[in-house]
């Protein structure tokens, strides 16, 4: 007797190349093949160079909102004018909002993977409104669109990593064995949520609901498919994985300025390796956010 969700559902397989997702890269599907059939030619060196590369491509195509956003924010910290009558902050607003219409005009983007970041952009638009209020973060810069201390960008990067989640599970098309139920998931997700809020209270519980996420996903395998059979690893080091390009990403963002921790105050520092838990904690909310937008069938349990 286990439980678990054995196969993906037919919305979150992909057939063929990953390029076949978006209508406009469709011609080059063919050469995508032809590509991969001279690897298979060439012997295991060059499969596993163009299995490699197809992984990183289909990483990159996951990470596409979340990805621009980060550019915006080098870009806008590195040549955006200081004088310009709209605040960095702002413009940050308008073109996020602007990036989210295009991606899903385009059919970059699933009205799905943008239902998750909204989603997730109001969850986290309130936790910041508390964080950044007891000081645990602040954004050093003046701005119109704001509720109380946050600029209302920061609610977008919460959501890319709902998006990336979205679109990575569709691209490898995941499969699992031995995954928890969808109830213990909502039930871990709130108590994690509720955490960030109470441990400044004095009622932190980070801890034990690290090992229950560990007692949870402990047994838990994903199987992925970057190219032509499915990968297998633990669920769990899929999620450390995810986790620590978090934080890596929420370094270069902080050195942008886009936000600031306390020990950035005087000149930028690394973002504390303790933020790696938080992330974590923060990720499988939105993961469970995700495993619940999918139909039922993708999530039930099989015995």
Known sequence: ?????????????????????????????????????????????????????????????????????LGLLVATRLWYPRDAPVTRYDALVVAAVLLQILLLWLRMESLQEARVILLFHGLGTLMELFKTHVGSWHYPEANLLRIGGVP????????????????????????????????????????????????????????????????????????????????????????????????LAENIATGTGAWLYPNQRLGWAMVPLAKLGSWYLLMLISYTLVAASLPRAAIETRR
């Open 152 to 247: 209302l960008f920061s609610g977008f990067l919460y959501g890319s990593v709902g998006s990336y989640l979205a679109r990575v599970w569709r691209l490898f098309d995941f499969r699992f064995t031995r995954h928890p139920r969808l109830v213990w998931l909502v039930l871990l997700s709130g108590a994690i949520y509720l955490n960030f809020f109470s441990d400044h209270y004095g009622v932190d519980i980070r801890i034990p609901l690290l090992a229950a996420s560990a007692i949870l996903f402990g047994r838990t395998t994903i199987s992925f498919k970057v190219w032509r059979v499915h990968r297998r690893m633990p669920l769990l080091l899929g999620f450390l994985l995810v986790t620590t390009f978090i934080w």
């Open 1 to 69: 007797m286990r439980d678990g969700i054995e196969t993906a559902t037919a919305a979150t397989r992909v057939p063929g190349s990953a390029a076949s997702l978006w209508p406009p890269l469709a011609p080059l599907v063919d050469a995508e093949r032809r590509l991969g059939d001279r690897a298979l030619a060439a012997g295991p060196v060059a499969r596993f160079g163009y299995e490699f590369l197809r992984f990183g491509l289909k990483q990159g195509w996951a990470c596409l909102f979340g990805g621009l956003l």
